[in-house]
């Protein structure tokens, strides 16, 4: 049976990545075949992928017949279907706050991607705009600032234990360091450490390795 996964190295279909081991799924599905792209390559538009995701982003997910794209509907459809304990279903007590941190996870991830165009992929004679970086920077502090207020001191997202949620957000606590040091946030700091000690978060490392996209630690607000 297909079981393919279209992918770039610690973007967002890391998420999908870290559910598919979490789960266990190529236990069941058998292997998982990733097809790896390079960020906004043209092999991205020239591939099938155009064909699973009206946008061309990755994640894109093909289980035999089923094509998905947009991993917040990859992960909710992935655990419904095969992991309802990582997942929320409706009527329980716990389902608004899993909903809403899976979408605002996308709230933040756009921010950072917003600020991945700007500091990473332009390039002169394209100019960056100091002011719209300042803008996102702060935009992208207050959802970090929100999700430390969601926190508690010990546990994940949800008081019920590990869940989607934690996967979708806990994504964006990789790329998030390279624009806003995350030390001012230390239920956060605290919860970034534990995520990633999971042992699937370690295999979903290994398998990526060394990051290739920052070619720095951290890309401070440029001066006006
Ligand atoms: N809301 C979508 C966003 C997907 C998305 O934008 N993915 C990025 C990588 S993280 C992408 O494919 N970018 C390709 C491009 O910008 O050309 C999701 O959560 O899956």
């Not at 190295?9 to 266990?24: D, K, M, P, T, V």
């Not at 624009?179 to 956060?188: E, G, H, I, N, T």
Request: glycine letters at 8%.
């Amino acid at each position: 049976m297909t079981f393919k996964l279209h992918h770039v190295q610690y973007a967002r279909s890391f998420r999908i990545l870290w559910a598919i081991e979490e789960i266990g799924l190529q236990d069941r599905l058998g292997p998982l075949e990733v097809i790896e792209y390079q960020i906004g390559s043209p092999e991205m538009r020239e591939s099938t992928l155009p064909q699973i995701s009206p946008a061309v982003r990755i994640p894109a997910l093909e289980i035999g017949d089923l094509k998905i794209s947009e991993s917040g509907a990859i992960m909710e459809y992935l655990l419904e279907t095969y992991a309802p304990d990582l997942g929320r279903a409706p009527g329980h007590a716990e389902r608004p706050a899993y909903l809403q941190w899976i979408h605002y996870a996308e709230t933040m991830g756009s921010l950072i991607e917003n600020l991945n165009l700007q500091m990473v992929f332009l390039r002169p004679p394209a100019k960056a705009s100091p002011v719209v970086i300042k803008m996102t920077v702060a935009r992208l502090r207050a959802a970090l600032a929100g999700l430390e207020a969601g926190l508690r001191d010990e546990g994940y997202l949800l008081p019920g234990g590990f869940s989607g949620a934690d996967m979708m957000l806990g994504f964006n606590l990789f790329a998030a360091p390279f624009y806003v040091d995350l030390a001012q946030f230390p239920k956060l700091s605290a919860y970034k450490a534990r995520v990633e000690r999971r042992a699937a978060f370690q295999r979903c490392v290994a398998r990526e390795g060394e990051q290739r996209f920052y070619a720095q630690d951290f890309y401070p607000v440029p001066e006006a």
